[in-house]
Each structure stands twice: as C-alpha cells, then as structure tokens.
C-alpha cells in the first residue's frame, strides 16, 4: 500500500514532511526497541504517520518536546498493537462498567491541593505516570494533553468508546491516589 | 477512591509530556550527532509525500533556471511519458503539436457525449492544467494535458460499458499495481521510476491517469474527477 497525503495547504504539507524527515529515525528505533524486527519496525513508522497525519492538527510546533511525545507515543502504541497480534491474543473483551463507575461524570473529583502539588516536582509526576500501563497512559495522555476526544482515542487504540471512558476513569481515580501517595 | 478533576488531570499529562517529549528529543539528538541512521525504503515508498510546495513558490527566474539545468532530464522524462501514452492507449497523434486551448474543456463538457464519440472532460482542471491537445482512438478519450508548473498529464477515458478491445490486455499489466489511499479510499495505481499512473473507474466511465513521477498531481486529478461527478 502506498500513501497519498493529501494537504489543505502546503504548509501542512511542510510540516508532515518536515516531522517524517526529523522522527523518522527515532521512531524508527522506538519501534525497533518493541517489535525486534526491521522490517516490523518499518511498518510500525509508516503506520504512525498515517495516524500523525490524520492528526496534524495537534502539531503546533514540530519541534517541542510535545510533537515529539505525541509522535513517540504513537508509534510505542501501534508498535505495541503489533505486538499483540504478532502473539495473537486474544481481543480484549470491552470492560464492564465498575461497580464505582458513576458514568461520564466525575463524580467527586479528587483536587490536588497547592501543597501536595508544591511537594511533587515535574519528575516524580513523570515517574507516578510511567508506571501506568502503557494503554492506560496513552489513553490518558491523548484525552488529557491532546484533546483527543474520546472517539477519536477509540479509532487510534481500536478500542470502544465506552472502554476509553471506563479506562480514564479508573487511570483518574488510580493517578489520584498514587500522587498522595507520594506526597505524604 | 476519588479521582483527579479535569483541571488536575490535565496538568499531570501536561507535566509527563513535556518530560517525555524532552527525553525523546534528547535521544533523537544524540542519534543525529553520533550519525545514527536506518534505512527505511519500505516506509519512505509508504509514506510517500506529496510533492514539496517549494518548487511552486520559487520566482520566476529562480524556476526558469532550475529548468534550464534540469533540461535534459526533462527530456528522458519526457521519452518517457511517450513510452507511457504510446503503452497505454496506442495514440500516435496525441503527440501532435497543441492546437487547441482551454477553452476546449469547456466546450466539450457543453455538448453531449454521443455514442463512440470523444468523452467531454465534465470535470474542472486541478490548478493552471489545461488542455494540450485531444484525440479520440480504438474506443478511447485521450487528453494531454499541460501545466506551466507541474509535469504533463495524460489522461484517457472510457465508458466502462463501451470497454475498448486493448483494454482487457491493458487491465492485465496492471496485476502488478499497487494501491494508493487517496482521502481514505483506495486507489489502484503504478509507480516506477519514471512515471505515475492511476486508474480507476467513477460513474460509469474509466480513467487513466499518468505523468511524470508526481502522484500529488494525479490525486488532485483523482479528487476533481470524483468530486466534479458526486
């Protein structure tokens, strides 16, 4: 299969170029790290930039440390998907509903107050994240620092809706307790 | 267990991105810096970009310059697209000296398309293209079409009920075609070095188009050609 990127403008298009001229090699080795293989790793880069192209529209400034996580943690995913079907598991069964799940509401947020907040530097936020699991972070990351609604996270992850939403909910409710955790 | 407000939330994926994202851009630092590279021609094939916009931007003399130097590849390329119409549709006259202007586009698209009669282009020209010359043989509507910027193109239709006779024999080489997705839909298409060529088949009327190596072009052809007839 070979892409055609069609552009609303040549800037965009620049910018598509630009991002594959510059990642590509890192992408490449990100991909390469997960999937141990060359050619699998080719695949898992191409298909990234199908995902980045179809959303080219969070990418403001191609090279900020934030176009960089959201090329990286793109193709972690497709990467990671591969891997499942590489191992043919089985399709996760969507999630049922928790027993605590009080629906797209957030009921009772938790609000981190100054103090815990001052006590927690940008590092330790970064460590407290990294020990989600990999679905449940890129799902977070993509809701929360991109935008993504939860349908097109759905679409990205091959997930449904319904399951971004209940994973959201529990990585909230989880990333609550493990911030005061680690702040007491 | 509560969990984090939106506000929270975001300020927690914010922090991890940007830590992330400065980890990465580290990395890739360091890869350039040591010369570290792959080579990846499965990708760069896949993700084959539209054309840069530079060359469209450049000035007039900056252009007329880089068209004198690249002269002689213009002229392989064009032997090339020879071998490519003379391939596709067996025309010899479409290679005649242009005789006709743009003007024959809208002409055409006026009139009706009487049976075993040259298809009318019913579709507007992707950017500055207009119409070279035109010719109608063994069943087959024949444009070249010109641009001033971008590479000629050839574009040939026919009425899928009216198949003409070659074109099974044509169909048959294109077992070796790939596929192009052109706004998700894909596209049956032929790249090799020297030229680009799509084909499909829209409203009852079958189109080929081919050019110089320049697929972006043949996808705004595409897109025109559906677009003009949704």
Request: net charge negative.
């Amino acid at each position: 299969m070979i892409l055609v990127f069609a552009f609303a403008d040549a800037s965009k298009a620049n910018t598509f170029e630009y991002l594959y001229r510059r990642y590509k090699n890192l992408l490449y080795y990100k991909a390469w790290e997960i999937l141990r293989d060359p050619m699998d790793a080719e695949d898992a880069v191409s298909e990234a930039f199908i995902r980045v192209y179809r959303n080219l529209d969070k990418v403001d400034d191609p090279n900020s440390p934030r176009t960089a996580a959201f090329l990286g943690t793109i193709v972690r995913n497709v990467a990671l998907t591969m891997v499942k079907k590489r191992a043919a598991a089985p399709v996760p069964v969507p999630m049922s509903v928790d027993e605590d799940w009080g629906g797209d509401e957030p009921a009772d947020p938790f609000d981190l107050e100054a103090a815990i907040i001052d006590k927690i530097s940008t590092e330790e936020i970064y460590q407290i994240v990294n020990r989600l699991d990999e679905e449940s972070r890129t799902i977070f990351v993509l809701k929360y620092a991109y935008d993504l609604s939860h349908r097109e996270i759905a679409a990205q992850l091959g997930m449904t809706e319904n399951n971004v939403t209940v994973r959201l909910h529990r990585t909230r409710k989880k990333l609550a307790r493990m911030i005061h955790e680690a702040a007491l | 267990m509560k969990q984090l407000s939106e506000n929270d939330a975001r300020r927690v994926a914010e922090a991890w991105v940007e830590q992330y994202g400065m980890s990465l851009l580290a990395e890739g630092e360091t890869m350039r810096a040591q010369g570290v590279s792959y080579p990846t021609p499965r990708a760069d094939k896949v993700v084959r970009r539209v054309p840069s916009q530079q060359s469209r931007q450049q000035s007039r003399p900056a252009r007329h310059a880089r068209h004198r130097q690249t002269a002689l590849i213009t002229t392989l390329a064009a032997a090339a697209c020879l071998l490519l119409v003379v391939w596709v549709a067996s025309i010899p006259s479409l290679m005649a000296p242009p005789s006709t202007s743009s003007s024959d586009a809208t002409l055409d698209s006026l009139a009706p398309a009487p049976v075993g009669a040259k298809l009318p282009l019913s579709f507007d020209l992707p950017a500055d293209y207009r119409v070279a010359a035109s010719d109608y043989d063994n069943g087959m509507s024949v444009y070249a079409l010109e641009s001033e910027t971008r590479s000629a193109v050839v574009l040939t239709m026919y009425p899928t009920s009216e198949q003409p006779a070659d074109a099974t024999e044509r169909e048959n080489s294109f077992a070796t075609m790939e596929e192009v997705l052109i706004d998700g839909k894909p596209v049956p298409a032929k790249i090799d070095l020297s030229y680009s060529m799509l084909t499909f088949e829209h409203e009852g009327v079958h189109y080929t188009v081919s050019n110089r190596d320049d697929m972006g072009t043949l996808a705004a052809f595409y897109r025109s050609i559906v677009r003009a007839e949704a």
